[in-house]
């Protein structure tokens, strides 16, 4: 059990919670009456997600090896198994190395421009590692753009278009959860072995930067629910039931890293935070809930 906690650390498995943003594609597409789906197409779907945890495992090995003596040296991420020489380096290369080759050619046997769109989250990871992340502003962009190829690569696996609407909100949730995190650790870590974009952060830019990513996510899905084409497509005006619900976790959030100081780990907190998880199975019981009646 412990070897089993050690090796799910080091794979970063709770983040594996972001990949949830492929099967986007697909839950807005089972609405969709001018799509047909098949459990095959869900399958597929929930195999691009699987793919895409392979692949963002395989980059966090490569970072924590790079950034192992850095690591060290901050108060969370010295417990993780490269930093803290639970797992030496050559094997943990290896096995990063196994999980990329499996995403890739998973990706490929799913749907080929799959692969292209892995390719591109992993040249993207690339350079983000290599310089990138010390750049103010351009880091979270780049993990915000990341979140973007996730949604777009649930659409290329199942074949159907994603709507732009979703492309942006999903662009601007991503934004607003990279500028929470740094505004935790530039109040809370500066100077403790944090990344080197700090510098570059002001804690007063970095409210103004929440409050309009976090207004832009929720305008951005509130014109999504309303906009003709959405109506069209599902057959039905009351998908903007589920705005209350937007509202609600965006607000929680908030709370939570104003308050309670805890916008460090976003996929812990969707995790462990029962308002949080509350308020999303009651925003997919009512999205399920619209299509029902409809």
Known sequence: MSALRTLLRLLRAKHWTKNAVVLAAFVFA?????QSLTLFTAWKA??????FSLL??????????RDAPQDR????????????????????AALALGLLVAALWGAWRIEPALLLVLGSYLLLQVVYTLGLKRVPLVDVLVISVGFVLRALAGGVAIRVPISPWLLVCTMMLALFLALCKRRHEKVNLAGRGTRDA???????????????????????????????????????PWLAATIPFVVFGLFRYMDLVYRQEKGDRPEQLLLTDWPLMLDVALYGLAVLGVLALR
């Not at 929930?46 to 793919?51: K, P, R, T, Y």
């Not at 040296?73 to 943990?92: C, D, E, M």
């Not at 930067?209 to 951005?220: H, R, S």
């Open 30 to 34: 089972y609405g969709d009456q001018q």
């Open 46 to 51: 929930i195999l691009a997600a699987v793919a």
């Open 56 to 65: 963002s495992s395989a980059v966090y090995i490569f970072n924590d090896l």
């Open 73 to 92: 040296l901050h108060p969370i991420k010295r417990r993780r198994p490269i930093a803290a020489g639970t797992v030496q380096p050559l094997p943990a």
């Open 198 to 236: 700090l510098d570059g952060y002001d804690e007063r830019l970095l409210d103004l930067l929440i409050t309009m990513t976090g207004t832009a996510a929720l305008v951005c899905y509130a014109l999504y629910t309303l906009w003709p084409e959405t109506v069209h497509k599902f057959g039905t």
